[in-house]
Each structure stands twice: as structure tokens, then as C-alpha cells.
């Protein structure tokens, strides 16, 4: 029997309520695998500024870096809005991505048959969407430097950052995705600025070259402003997307909103060997915590994506993906997701019928 | 009897016949509330690049500057695609930009009642939206300095923008979101990402300061990667959307698509005074150039917008904005709005039937 070593860091908002959904998921699906997890849970975000006094405290860091596995629940609140930006929960996030340096960060966007109607989108623009969002995590405008503040010649304020990819950077991100692409369906669109960014004309230029590596994966650029309006326009054209921190952010997020159904969506990232962080794409929605609305199927795939990325054990991460899907197909939704004729349930009665699934 | 001068900058692709359509249309709305026109032509982006070896020739912007108003088309084209980023026709558009100093781009997204089945988002989501993007246009990192490339102390070549805000940068194109939704439902939704950029903090620090002009206007803020999600969940939220050069690049695109009708959707850029640009937001349609197919109603649009933002001639603005309706009422469409039952129309025809409608 296998043991992992699992940080659980379960955040702010409805953060803990998910965690231990997905926790329990986590645990019996496994274990019908023989696989047996030890559990570290540390404080992060809001939770640990109250604690200790910074989001990412150095014995989170620590456990997350010794651990095979993080599972992340969410960040954020209210009462943390107006800190100064190294005091802010998204600040620990931030930190903890660039001291694990998972530099790939992977967002799939799946329409569920189940929830198509959840679509904001026409049924016959949204039915069968299944695509992943390649975002690299730990560099460019996010992290580039120089950045801060200045004081004009006039004495106005003047605010900047810096966008910066070097080529190993894009390099190691690119073949994460074409790798990807090669479990998919083989294509991949590179998503940039290279006809006003001098970081995207890099960007593109080692894509293409990464790309020759990759001589089955079939290659395309385009531009973000084009990629926002492709994926409302049609976005059954893209299987896997490409493209740098910030116009990921962007990207990953419509991308979501396409499948109507943000409260599903797990990620992981990654890097080429290190633990791999995973986490709901969603927010810590303080305006439903600790009242049981939470959605945890976001947490509870990326469990699933933690078993299968970051463990590879995919027999188990497939017990966990079908049993999503039998709850569905049993009609068992919680608000988020509820639709007329279906059995809404809240957090933790959607945790028991997962595991009765399984 | 008013005479202007209009700079008229045809560009590439399908934007000699678009504007050809939009300068008749102009003429005869103008005629019948007594004003003039005296026009310049000038070559820019490609067929300048062809003639000049330049994307934008010195006498172009000397021309636009010493205009009333510019009516541009659109620029690019595959022939230029490979060119060096200083001859690519989208430098020349840059250079025009800032050349004029048109800080504020507005862009509105309108869905058409007789156009709402155009988009992909369910009727009921689409039908009514009427939002206004306020980009600002000459700043951020489109401009930014230091930029380019350099090598890395390993020898790997390495690509860098900067991203910059001075406070009266913000201010200014502020004040024009704030002034343009007093005429309109009076809410801003100023979209950055303070949670993570330097830039964006000063940002959201000077529109909430320059809010305070303006006590009858409602501001809020939002991230651009929630913004993208709320353009597709519920774009009826939106009134005003003020934000930076890169960030409205994208959520105008996105804004765009959403009415599905990309064709429809004109630009103005504008500075406190001095010559606007204005310009349909879809590109040269390489693909249908020449053809006689490309939808004109962007760029008359667009005219309507130079005699009512650039011109201060609302009556004129007003016959061209209700000819457009009065066509589509009547069911002319060119191919990318075209529906079953109504008349599909080339460029030309649907120039003759505006003047018909005027
Ligand atoms: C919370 C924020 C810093 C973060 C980001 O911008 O990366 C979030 O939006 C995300 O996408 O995970
Ligand atoms: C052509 C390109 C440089 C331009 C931009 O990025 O501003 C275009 O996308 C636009 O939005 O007008």
C-alpha cells in the first residue's frame, strides 16, 4: 500500500468547507487503491494573517514544499480588502505559487451534458466545450520587475510593473502544454500580443521553435483580444490554449463563465518535479461561508487532478471524476448549479452522495 | 452652411470599400442639416507600407492633425504579417494614436433587437445590453517604456514591456468615462487588477479620487479576470466600463462578440481637444476583401459617431443612426448578420439602401 504526504491548506471563506468534501473524497476513493494519505493542514490567506500576521506563513511554505501533494481551498475576504498589498490573502497565493515555482497551471473548461443549460451560452455554442487553459504561473507582469511606485518630474504619481519572460521560461511552459495537447485532442493555439508586445514576440518565437519538437501537435497563434471574443464566438474550436500569466487570468476565467458552471471547475500547478498545488478556480465566496451553499465539486476534481498530475495515480482519480458524474446524472445539484426538476443539496450532503457514488 | 475638413484613411483590406460606403453615407446625412465636407485622403498601415515604405507617413498624420475629424478604416493584411514590428501596418495605428494623443477610446456594445439572435448567448441574456467601453488608448503598455529584448546571464534572449500609469494619465481619461455616463445610466465600473499590480493600485486610487467630482455617478471596481467572466454571465450589469489600454483591447473584443454582431460595432478616439479618430473595431477582413461582402454598418457607425462626438453635430449623427435601424428593419444584412428571411445585401446595396433610409 502506498502513503502520501498531503498539505492541506483549506483558506478563507467557504474554504474549509470544501476541503473536507474533498478531503473525505479524496480518502475513500484512494483507499480503494490501496493508497493511504498523511495530512498536514496549515493556515494561508486571510486565515493566517489573523493568525500570524502574513498570509503565507514560512512553516506553510515549508510543509507545502515537503509534501507530495498541496490541496488548496480559497482565499480572501472582506475583512482583508483594504490591506496594503504585502498584507493581503491574494499576496500569500502569490508567494506560495513562486516558492513552490509551479510555473504550469492548468485550467480545463468542460461542459458537463448534465449542466449545459448552466451555459449563459447557446445550448448548440456551449454542448460538448473541452478545453484546457496552459497558464504560465510564476513569471511575467505578475512577477516582473522593476515594479512599484515613482514620483513624476511634475511630482505626479506615476505606478508600473514590468512584463519579462526569458526563452527557458516559455520554453518549459510550452512543452508542459504540447505534452498536454498529446493526451488531448493534439492542438494547440499559443495565445499573445505579438503585434504590440516585444514579451509576446519572444513569446511567439519560442513557442514555434518549442514546437518542432512536437511534430504531431498542430500549432496556431492569436491574439488575445481575438481569443476573448473566439471563445464566446465559438469556443469548440480550441483544445488546448497557451498563453502567459496575465492574459491566462483573463482567459482561464471566461473560459470558465462559457460553462456556466465556475463552482466545477478544479486546476493544478505544476512544475517539473516538486509537488504540484491544486485548487478550485472559484473564490472564496465570503458571502455564502459557513452556511453550507458551497459547491465542493471544484475542490473535489481537483482532488482528482492531484491524484492523477501530482500522484499519478489515475485509477483513483478516475473513481473520483465518474462519481462526480453519477451525482449529477442522479440529479443531486447544489445552488450554483440547480436547475428546475433537480434534488438541491448543500456541501456536505453533495460530500455523502459522492461517496455513496464511489 | 458648416464645412469641415475630414482626414479619410482607407487602410487595407475591406477598408477602402467600407469607407467608401460611410463617406456617402456621411455626405448625404450632413447635406441635409446644411454641412460640408472637404476630404483628404491618405494612405496608411499597408498600402502605405506598399507606397511609403512606412506604416504611417509623415504627410498622414500632419494631414489628420490638421483635420476636423478622421474617418478611418481598417489596416493589415498577410502580406505585411512577417514584416519587422517598426513596419507592421499596426504600428502605424499605433503611431496615429498617439501621434493625435486620442487618450479616451470609446467603444460601444449594442445589441440590435433585430440582431439579438446574432449572438451566441441565449436571447435572454443578450437582449438589452447597451454597455460603453472607455479604453484609455495612448498609455499602459502599449507605450510603456524601457521595452525590447535583452540577453540574459545565461545567454538566453529575454522580452520585457513595462506597464505605466501616471496619475493624470488616469485622471483624464477618467473624467471622460465619468462625463460620458452622465449621459448615459450614470454607472462606472472602473476594471483592474489591484490585487496584484502597482499599476492598477494607482489606478483604482485616482478614479476613486476623481469619482468625487462627480457625486451623481455610482463607481465600482472589478478585476479584469471577473470582468471577463460578468461580460458572459450578465453583461446587463454594465453601463460605463472604464479600464487601461491592454485590459480594454480585450474586454472590448469581448464586449463585441457578445452583441454577435462585430460588424455593427463603431469607435471613437478621442483627447480634450484636437481631431477624433474614429473607426469601426473590426479589422481589413483580408479573406473578403475586394469582394464586395464586408458588413459597411461599423464604419457608418462610426460616422455617425465623428459628427456627434467629433463634430458636436448631433441632428446629422442622429439621421445616420436611425437609417441604420430603419435598414435592418427592413431586413437588409450582409452576410455576418444575415438571417433566414431576410435580404442579404452586398457592401454596396447596403450603402444605397441607407441612403435610401436617410
Ligand atoms: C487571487 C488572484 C491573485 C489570482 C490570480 O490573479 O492569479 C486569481 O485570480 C487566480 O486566477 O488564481
Ligand atoms: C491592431 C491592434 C494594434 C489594435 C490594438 O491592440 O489596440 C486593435 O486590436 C484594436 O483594438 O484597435
Redesign the interface.
Known amino acids: 500500500s502506498r502513503r502520501y504526504n498531503i498539505a492541506l491548506l483549506p483558506g478563507d471563506g467557504i474554504g474549509p468547507e470544501v476541503i473536507a468534501v474533498a478531503k473525505d473524497v479524496l480518502n475513500f476513493a484512494a483507499s480503494l487503491e490501496g493508497i493511504g494519505f498523511d495530512y498536514k493542514e496549515m493556515p494561508m490567506g486571510g486565515a493566517a494573517l489573523d493568525l500570524t500576521g502574513v498570509p503565507l506563513p514560512d512553516e506553510t511554505l515549508l510543509a507545502a514544499k515537503d509534501s507530495d501533494a498541496i490541496l488548496f481551498g480559497a482565499i480572501g475576504g472582506y475583512k482583508w480588502d483594504d490591506n496594503p498589498?504585502h498584507l493581503?490573502p491574494?499576496t500569500g497565493l502569490?508567494q506560495l505559487r513562486k516558492g513552490l515555482g509551479v510555473f504550469a497551471n492548468l485550467r480545463p473548461a468542460i461542459v458537463f451534458p448534465q449542466l449545459v443549460e448552466a451555459s449563459?451560452?447557446?445550448r448548440e455554442?456551449a454542448e460538448g466545450v473541452d478545453l484546457m487553459v496552459v497558464r504560465e504561473l510564476t513569471g511575467g507582469?505578475?512577477f516582473?520587475q522593476p515594479?512599484?511606485?515613482k514620483t513624476?518630474e511634475?511630482g505626479?504619481?506615476?505606478?508600473?510593473?514590468?512584463?519579462?519572460?526569458?526563452?527557458?521560461e516559455i520554453d518549459r511552459v510550452a512543452r508542459v502544454a504540447f505534452n498536454n495537447a498529446r493526451k488531448r485532442q493534439g492542438r494547440v493555439c499559443s495565445v499573445d500580443?505579438a503585434?504590440?508586445?516585444?514579451?509576446?514576440?519572444?513569446?511567439r518565437k519560442?513557442v514555434t521553435a518549442i514546437a518542432a519538437e512536437y511534430p504531431d501537435i498542430e500549432l496556431s497563434h492569436m491574439y488575445?483580444?481575438?481569443a476573448?471574443?473566439q471563445?464566446?464566438?465559438?469556443p469548440k474550436q480550441f483544445d488546448t490554449i497557451l498563453t502567459n500569466n496575465?492574459?491566462g487570468?483573463?482567459?482561464?476565467?471566461?473560459a470558465?463563465?462559457?460553462t456556466g458552471s465556475?463552482g466545477m471547475l478544479p486546476s493544478a500547478s505544476l512544475r517539473e518535479s516538486g509537488p504540484g498545488l491544486f485548487e478550485p478556480i472559484h473564490g472564496s465566496a465570503p458571502d455564502i461561508a459557513g452556511q453550507d451553499k458551497a459547491n465542493p465539486l471544484a475542490t473535489v476534481l481537483s482532488a482528482a487532478m492531484l491524484l492523477k498530475y501530482g500522484l499519478g495515480e489515475e485509477n483513483a482519480a478516475k473513481r473520483i471524476e465518474a462519481a462526480v458524474l453519477d451525482t449529477l446524472d442522479k440529479g443531486f445539484r447544489t445552488g450554483d448549479i440547480y436547475s428546475a426538476g433537480c434534488k438541491r443539496v448543500g456541501c456536505k450532503e453533495m460530500g455523502e452522495e459522492l461517496l455513496k457514488s464511489i
Open positions: 498589498k493581503k491574494e502569490l449563459t451560452l447557446k455554442v507582469i505578475y516582473g515594479r512599484g511606485f513624476g511634475n505626479e504619481e506615476i505606478g508600473f510593473n514590468t512584463e519579462v519572460y526569458a526563452a527557458q500580443k503585434n504590440v508586445l516585444e514579451a509576446s514576440i519572444l513569446w519560442r488575445v483580444d481575438n476573448a471574443m471563445l464566446i464566438r465559438e496575465i492574459f487570468d483573463i482567459l482561464s476565467d471566461a470558465s463563465m462559457i465556475i
